[in-house]
């Protein structure tokens, strides 16, 4: 029985690992792309994607996930996702992406505009260029800014994608439920938390690592 | 001979001009001690001979060469700035040092991305990079950090790091070395250090624009002294002129407040 279980879970974890990883491939640089919008100097864009980014952070990602599963479909009158356990899936990638790029693109925008002017202003007085200003002096001052704030919300979306399950994509949670009904069983669900546990700790143990590894110097 | 001739500078910013009408020359190895009030526009001037800001008039000559003239209308491209901006170093007040380089790091930085630019670089970079490192550790050691060129800013004293600073802007051997207001960010223990420094650098004829609040110094230092208030230059002269016999009243008022230290 455990076995069986285990299997189940396993499958249903690897499709976590799945959203986890994506979501994190996408908004690292789709969050970019949103701060140089939020930063531009062009007014109308500035506010366009100011905006966007209040609509993403002031609404839940549970209802982001079902307005981009359903609203296709509701507006173009067909099931714009299909029926298959894939379409289900990419609509949730979207959603994850859309929801963490707008979280992190305000994150790099505080490690940027953290960084004191007169970094680059003694740049720029020692004839360096503005890309090895930035590359030489601003970058690794911004990395060790965001990377505490970053593995808040990276910890913080291992538990998010949980809420992939409103929209039926199968993960860990999901399978851990499927025994209540097939079996009567209820602790396959409650054992999913040990998976969680396990693998934020060893999320947070990397960023530790990382974080002191950036501890040779201070700003 | 003449190193630097600044030439009726004016800069606004909106509608409020700060500087106006601003000139001064100074001569090899020469120091020029500028002071003045909160707001008289010091800083500004030293940003725009770093071409920091951008005068909206005037002319800035450097050994005979107008490196800009802001009533000729060729625009200037980034990379004419940087080069322009090597006549110049600039020692901030808060030090602007590198906090993920070393000391020595923080001094060679600059001189090794310059390098980079060398013709020679790629068949001769070992031997280029060993003078930039030898030249660097002299500049620290000069400066009174020799054993502590291996340690990051944050642990460095204040004084300590603005020494630093002076290192890293003297490394890439500036026609004209401005500070502002060096030890106005310092506890006041730390001073003389720094100060000691910018005496011993003075004593070699290193030509310097210092904005000070130090009265004491400027008259022991400067070869010149430049009063500004309201974004003009007020008065100007030796130090026994200005500090000795101040002509104008808004320069004896300004003194009277440092009178009594
Ligand atoms: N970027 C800017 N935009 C608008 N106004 C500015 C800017 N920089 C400086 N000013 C104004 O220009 C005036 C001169 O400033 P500046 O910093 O040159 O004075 P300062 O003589 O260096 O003063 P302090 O002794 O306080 O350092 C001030 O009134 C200041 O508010
Ligand atoms: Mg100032």
């Known amino acids: 029985m455990f076995q069986s279980v285990l299997a189940s879970l396993n499958e249903g974890f690897l499709r976590t690992l799945e959203i986890f990883g994506l979501t994190l491939l996408g908004a690292f640089p789709l969050g970019l792309v949103i701060v140089f919008g939020s930063t531009s100097q062009l007014r109308p864009l500035r506010y366009v994607v100011k905006f966007i980014v209040w609509v993403v952070r002031g609404t839940p990602l549970m209802l982001q996930l079902l307005i981009i599963y359903y609203g296709p479909g509701l507006i173009l009158g067909n099931n714009w996702w299909g029926s298959s356990s894939s379409g289900r899936f990419t609509a949730a990638i979207i959603a994850f992406v859309i929801n963490y790029a707008c979280y992190f693109s305000e994150i790099y925008r505080g490690g940027i505009e953290g960084v004191p002017k007169g970094q680059s202003e003694a740049g720029q007085v020692l004839g360096m260029t503005k890309r090895q200003i930035f590359s030489r002096v601003i970058l690794l001052q911004v990395i060790k800014r965001i990377v505490p704030p970053m593995g808040n919300e990276i910890i913080t979306l291992v538990k998010d994608t949980s809420l992939a399950r409103v929209i039926a994509v199968y993960e860990i949670i999901w399978s851990g439920q499927t025994f209540i009904k097939s079996t009567g069983i209820i602790w396959p669900l409650f054992f999913t938390g040990v998976y969680y546990l396990l693998f934020s700790g060893i999320l947070t143990i990397l960023l530790g690592r990382l974080e002191k590894k950036l501890n040779f110097f201070r700003v | ?261």
Not at chain 2, 12 to 24: A, C, P
């Open chain 2, 1 to 261: 001979m003449i190193v630097l001739e600044v030439k009726n500078i004016s800069k606004r910013f909106g509608n409020t001009e700060v500087l106006k009408d601003v000139g001064f020359t100074l001569e090899k190895g020469e120091v020029i001690a500028i002071i003045g009030s909160s707001g008289s526009g010091k800083t500004t001037l030293l940003r725009c001979l770093n071409f920091l800001e951008t005068p909206n008039s005037g002319q800035i000559i450097v050994n005979g060469k107008i490196l800009f003239d802001a009533s000729s209308h060729k625009l200037l491209s980034e990379n004419d700035i940087r080069k322009l901006r090597l006549h110049f170093g600039l020692v901030f007040q808060s030090f602007n040092l590198f906090p993920q380089y070393t000391a020595l790091g923080n001094v060679k930085l600059a001189g090794e991305l310059l390098a980079k630019e060398r013709g020679d670089y790629n068949n001769n970079h070992k031997a280029i990079l060993k003078v930039i490192d030898e030249n660097a550790s002299d500049l620290l050691r000069q400066v009174g950090l020799s054993d502590k060129m291996q340690l990051y800013p944050h642990q460095l004293s204040g004084g300590q790091q603005q020494r630093v600073a002076i290192a890293r802007a003297l490394a890439l051997s500036p026609d004209v070395l401005c500070f502002d207001e060096p030890t106005s960010a310092l506890d006041p223990e730390l001073t003389g250090e720094v100060l000691k420094v910018i005496r011993s650098l003075a004593d070699r004829n290193t030509t310097m624009v210092i904005v000070t609040h130090e009265m004491q110094f400027a008259r022991d230092v400067a070869d010149k002294v430049v009063f500004m208030d309201d974004g003009f230059v007020v008065e100007s002269g030796t130090p026994e002129e200005v500090f000795g016999q101040p002509k104008q009243e808004r320069t004896i008022r300004f003194l009277e407040r440092y009178s009594n230290l």
